[in-house]
């Protein structure tokens, strides 16, 4: 332990400075010879062990934020997760998502990896950030998601519990109105994909072999099934494909009816969702 004698006054200052408790902010200083920014270090340092040993902690609280462009090209989802709602209410953590969110739009990084190295203030990057808020907060934090979407224009839809966001992207600008409707039924019906071309093939594998199971399960017949399986994954693909769906403002349309009797060729690109 250093002999350097390290004052209320000055735990107090670090405290402030960093949201750490007063016996990390004490024990930091002596570390680093009452050197300040040498005790933000060795709490990050420790923020970052720490985080090691929650690495099997469930993060199913946080704070998800859609945004997009000025010009309504790009739009990013980030999720920012951590164990409890009462952290994830918690105005600076919120400020924080915010200001992550403010970075992946502005640099539009190709992946959650690329986010996480990029810098969030001088000298720490948004994964030093992360991880130095696993000790200052006691609890695991996580940036578990980023998504991005462009294109001609692009909608968001947030919930007012900060736990949800779509982004939607229109083949044609113009219609803000629209797509945030569609974004809104995204958030109601957790559609799996745009159209039935896009749905995953190990999700169509497995609904056929669901629906031969239980055409069998009913007693039809074995040269009956695959046909029965078929008919189970049109249905399928009506109740969980965007355009397929009824549209919830107006369940005697489908998405794709409702867009197209705006304008004939207006439709979705592409969407994400992210919801904790």
Same mark, same amino acid.
Do not use: W
């Given at each position: 332990m250093?002999?350097? =004698?390290?004052s209320?006054?000055?735990?107090?200052?670090?405290?402030?400075?960093?949201?750490?408790?007063?016996? !990390?902010?004490?024990?930091a200083l002596e570390?680093?010879?009452?050197?300040?920014?040498?005790a933000v270090?060795?709490?990050?340092k420790?923020?970052? *062990?720490?985080a090691?040993?929650?690495?099997?902690r469930?993060t =199913?609280?946080?704070?998800v934020?859609a945004?997009?462009?000025?010009?309504?090209?790009?739009?990013?989802?980030?999720?920012l997760?951590?164990?409890?709602?009462?952290?994830?209410r918690?105005?600076?953590?919120?400020a924080?998502t915010?200001?992550?969110?403010?970075? /992946?739009?502005?640099?539009?990084?190709?992946?959650?990896?690329?986010?996480?190295d990029?810098?969030?203030? /001088?000298?720490?990057?948004?994964?030093?950030?992360?991880?130095e808020q696993?000790?200052?907060i006691?609890?695991?934090?996580?940036?578990?998601?980023?998504?991005?979407?462009?294109?001609?224009?692009?909608?968001?839809?947030?919930?007012?519990n900060? =736990?949800?966001?779509?982004l939607?992207?229109?083949t044609?600008?113009?219609?803000g109105? *629209?797509?945030?409707n569609?974004?809104?039924q995204i958030?109601?019906?957790?559609?799996v994909?745009?159209?039935?071309?896009?749905?995953d093939?190990?999700i169509?594998? =497995?609904?056929?072999?669901?629906?031969k199971?239980?055409?069998?399960?009913?007693?039809? *017949?074995?040269?009956?099934?695959?046909?029965? *399986?078929?008919?189970?994954?049109?249905k399928?693909?009506?109740?969980n494909?965007?355009?397929?769906?009824?549209?919830?403002?107006n369940?005697?349309q489908?998405?794709?009816?409702?867009l197209q009797?705006?304008?004939? !060729?207006?439709?979705?690109?592409a969407?994400k969702?992210?919801?904790?």
């Open positions: 250093s002999d350097v =004698k390290i209320t006054a000055d735990i107090q200052k670090l405290r402030e400075m960093t949201g750490a408790g007063m016996m !990390d902010c004490k024990k570390e680093a010879t009452g050197d300040f920014d040498g270090d060795v709490l990050r420790k923020g970052i *062990a720490k090691a040993k929650r690495e099997d469930e =199913k609280e946080g704070v934020i945004q997009t462009t000025a010009d309504g090209t790009r739009g990013i989802i980030v999720a997760q951590c164990e409890t709602d009462f952290v994830a918690n105005d600076g953590f919120i924080m915010q200001k992550m969110a403010d970075i /992946a739009l502005a640099s539009f990084p190709a992946t959650l990896e690329e986010l996480l990029l810098p969030y203030e /001088a000298g720490v990057t948004i994964r030093e950030k992360v991880g696993n000790g200052i006691g609890e695991k934090v996580d940036l578990g998601r980023y998504e991005r979407v462009e294109g001609a224009e692009i909608l968001t839809y947030n919930h007012s900060n =736990k949800r966001s779509v939607v992207a229109l044609k600008a113009g219609h109105e *629209a797509g945030r569609v974004a809104m958030a109601a019906m957790n559609p994909s745009v159209s039935k071309d896009d749905v093939p190990k169509i594998e =497995k609904e056929i072999e669901i629906g199971e239980l055409a069998r399960n009913e007693g039809k *017949a074995e040269d009956m099934l695959d046909k029965i *399986a078929l008919g189970r994954l049109n399928f693909f009506a109740e494909t965007l355009l397929s769906q009824k549209f919830v403002k369940n005697d489908t998405v794709l009816q409702y009797s705006l304008d004939k !060729d207006l439709t979705v690109t969407f969702h992210v919801a904790l």
